[in-house]
């Protein structure tokens, strides 16, 4: 061996016996620090290493599940608003005055209510109406031709079925529905299409995905674009930027856009969350790896500490007589006495305790049985007023909305049909000779005729349409939505029905009146011009409809 090796390892030898000896003069507190530093420091580094390794595959794991999860939600969105849009054309298309006016190609009032409606006070870029014969009537705003140009949901729509879905046009993207135009009553004969478009915009996507965490977007592709795969990923080196894009298709079944995901790992929400479980796991970590160095110490002392266990596990069993028996006088000695002590205190605090616990019991249940019958209570008071409140606004005879009912109801419709330039039509009704009825047969009879007389009307009007009792032995109904013609087929269907009422003890009949609202008219004008609709049908011969005639102060009788 060479001397300068010689040398170097009697050197090396020299300087360990002298650490050996500077660590045995260190005090023994500071020696366990010193090694459970130097441990922790040596379990630390490679799970460090470790822990960054793991938190990349984390992050980027929580980063592709965001973006899937983000474009699916996207995706429904974008659904859910070519749902409403065609739900709306399709409620748009349900008109009878736009019946009419396509059946006499009327197109000045197809201009003001529908494509000038659509376009100006709707904002829709496009609308258009076609007739029966598929002729184009007219059209506001950008061309139809060019956004149904496969005309896929152009023959959908004459064949009675509305469509929804999205076309392009160079850089911008439309949805387009086209709707059967049909009569109030929705029967299966198609009168017309209607065309509404509107584009998807900047705004449009602020409205539907303004709220997401992660940036959406829906962008057109160039025409010579093949045919993609079902979802596309596309994802930047490094870990900066991860995207994800599903296609969309147009009617025809053309691939014209893409509805993309993307996210920047510090910025996105899954970053931050996959940086708190990474910092979860590096405290449950590190707790272990303070604990195996724990362990170190708990060999030190485990000889003194084995007492005072074996005494504590006996107190958590619940023995209060247990004791640490230790007649040293050092720190452990007083450490024993001191716990003896706090074991005595616990056991004198134990009984207490359990008496108080018992005494809440007992009031717990207490109030527990108070507040179930407070709430019963409340529920019988709650089901008292419903009952109230119904009594208050029902007729106790008929079960129909009473006098009080019907004219805050009638104030309503009007305000609605004011309001959505709908028309509204009152019908009033008396039943004829009621007088005489009860007194022939008696007053219990008379009611039996009242009842039948509002089942009779309860059963033909229909589910929205308003039907009082008005006072005495007359009856009003409040026909929504309904002009003066249909109101008159009504009234005869009521007078029909009432006339042929069975198990009485004479025969029924009934007059009626009928009137239409006036828009800009006072409620009170509508309820003169039925009651007298009715004055002239009582004074004609009764069993009988009548309508007032807007501008002479009279009423015609209904020619059926």
């Known amino acids: 061996m060479p001397l300068w090796l010689r040398n170097g390892r009697r050197v090396a030898g020299v300087g360990v016996q002298r650490l050996r000896h500077l660590y045995a003069r260190i005090p023994v507190g500071l020696r366990f620090v010193l090694l459970l530093s130097l441990t922790i420091l040596g379990l630390h580094i490679p799970y460090r290493w470790y822990s960054s390794d793991q938190t990349k595959q984390i992050l980027e794991t929580q980063h592709r599940i965001a973006l899937l999860h983000q474009l699916k939600s996207a995706q429904m969105a974008l659904k859910q608003e070519m749902k409403r849009f065609h739900r709306h054309a399709e409620d748009y298309a349900v008109w009878n005055d736009a019946v009419s006016a396509i059946q006499r190609k009327d197109a000045d009032w197809l201009t003001t209510n529908v494509w000038e409606w659509g376009v100006v006070h ?3 870029e496009s609308t258009a109406v076609w007739d ?3 002729s184009l009537l007219g059209h506001a705003g950008m061309a139809p031709h060019l ?6 949901l152009y023959s959908l729509a004459r064949r009675g079925v509305g469509d929804v879905g999205l076309v392009r046009m160079g850089e911008r993207l439309f949805m387009v529905a086209c709707v059967p135009v049909r009569d109030e009553q929705i029967s299966s004969k198609v009168y017309g299409v209607m065309l509404f478009a509107n584009e998807i915009d900047k705004s449009t996507q602020l409205a539907l995905w303004g709220t997401s965490s992660i940036p959406i977007s829906l962008k057109p592709l160039p025409e010579q674009k093949a045919e993609p795969p079902q979802t596309v990923q596309s994802e930047r080196k490094g870990g900066q930027n991860l995207s994800f894009s599903y296609p969309i298709k147009n009617p025809e079944g053309h691939w014209i856009a893409n509805l993309t995901a993307s996210i920047a790992p510090s910025q996105s929400l899954s970053v931050r969350e996959s940086l708190r479980y990474a910092q979860y796991g590096s405290w449950v970590l590190s707790g272990i790896i303070t604990i195996g160095a724990s362990l170190m110490m708990v060999v030190f002392v485990r000889r003194h500490l084995q007492p005072f266990l074996y005494v504590a596990s006996r107190l958590a069993r619940g023995d209060w007589t247990a004791r640490v028996d230790y007649p040293a006088r050092d720190e452990f000695g007083y450490l024993a006495q001191v716990f003896n002590r706090m074991a005595q ?3 004198q605090s134990f009984e207490y305790q359990e008496r108080q616990r018992k005494e809440i019991s007992a009031r717990t249940a207490e109030l527990e049985s108070l507040h179930q019958h407070l709430q019963t209570l409340n529920e019988e008071l ?12 029902t007729d106790g005879l008929t079960g129909l909305w009473n006098h009080a009912a019907f004219q805050l109801a009638l104030r309503n419709e009007i305000q609605r049909a004011e309001r959505l330039r709908q028309p509204l039509s009152l019908i009033m009704l008396d039943v004829d000779y009621f007088k005489q009825f009860n007194d022939n047969y008696g007053h219990p009879a008379g009611d039996e005729v009242l009842r039948q007389v509002a089942e009779v009307l309860r059963r033909h009007a229909r589910p929205y349409d308003i039907v009082a009792r008005y006072g ?3 009856f009003a109904i409040i026909l929504v939505n309904t002009e003066l013609e249909m109101a008159l087929r009504v009234a005869e269907r ?6 042929q009422i069975p198990n009485l003890p004479a025969p029924v009949t009934a007059s009626l009146g009928v009137a239409e609202h006036r828009f800009g008219a006072m409620p009170a004008s509508l309820l003169y011009n039925a009651d007298s609709a009715l004055y002239i049908a009582k004074r004609s011969g009764r069993n009988q409809v009548q309508f007032y005639q807007e501008g002479s102060g009279t009423s015609e009788q209904q020619q059926e």
């Open 147 to 152: 956004l149904i140009t496969g005309n896929d």
């Open 494 to 499: 009521f007078r029909q029905a009432i006339q």
């Open 132 to 134: 029966a014969e598929g």
């Open 122 to 124: 709707l904002g829709y």
């Open 472 to 474: 005495g032995e007359e």
């Open 382 to 393: 709650r089901q008292k007023n419903l009952q109230l409140e119904l009594a208050a606004q």
């Open 345 to 347: 205190n616990l056991h």
